[in-house]
């Protein structure tokens, strides 16, 4: 009977002992469980929202609409309307930009331009000093007599100076031109174009300057040169609208019989927009 009661008590206190092991366990599981994990754990283990968002292409839009004219009556008569926009669609890789403009103008009744032009520029690495771009643009003259012409082509830009009162740029780049005339024979060139950009701002930005100057000799032909300039002063009235004034000047050196080489004009009209 004593044994039995021995054996008894002694699988009674064998029982709690082992209770009592895997209690402890269990408590020393769950504290280790809480334990503040190292920064390096944590920097291992990064949660889904830790992740870099995705990068987008296109992050900013800029624009301008642009209308200015010249009227006079008397002797001469003469109307003269451009119609330009400025688009720039700018992300942190590319840059996007357009430059449309259309130009319509009579002289004593009888139309004298009726002139289109559109370009496409994609810009890689703008921000960056020096960067990498390519070039599309097509355009149509009555002025000129000039049908169609066709240039594409690409280049190096560098930026000389960019802050809040001025932007200067520098390009240049190798294009091929096809130009169709409405009388003498088609022309087709490879050109160099250099070009100057610069916006600049004064007066705590009351007054701006704004000029865009391209060379573009031909590479096979000397004789064949190109260069147009574009200056405009403009007097923002608010963070919309702007009062401007613009002088253009354009020379080709091959031009119809009965075209002159040199154009020049002065306008004068309104910009709206964000740009």
Known sequence: MKISTCHRSAKLAAFFLVISLVSAFAQQTQTDSLKILPADSLTAIKPDTALK????????????????????????????????????????????????????????????????????????????????????????????????????????????????????????????????????ATVTTIRNSFRIKGKHSFMQDKLRINHLTFLQPALNDLSNFRWNTILSVELPINKWITFRTSFENSYESVVEATRKRNDSRITFGVAIGNK
């Open 53 to 184: 968002p995705p990068s987008v292409l296109i992050d900013t839009i800029r624009y301008r609409f642009i209308g200015d004219g010249n009227f006079t009556r008397g002797n001469v008569n003469r109307t003269l309307v451009v119609l330009r926009a400025e688009l720039t669609f700018s992300g942190p890789v590319i840059n996007i930009a357009t430059n449309p403009r259309f130009t319509y103008g009579k002289q004593n009744g009888i139309l004298a331009e009726r002139d289109s032009y559109t370009d496409l520029f994609v810009d890689v690495f703008k921000k960056h000093r020096t960067y990498a771009f390519g070039l599309g643009a097509i355009e149509t003259s009555n002025l000129r007599k000039i049908d169609f012409r066709l240039m594409t082509g690409a280049g190096i830009g560098y930026r000389v100076v960019k802050n809040k009162t001025n932007d200067l740029s520098l390009t240049n780049a190798i294009l091929y031109e096809n130009t169709d005339f409405r009388e003498i």
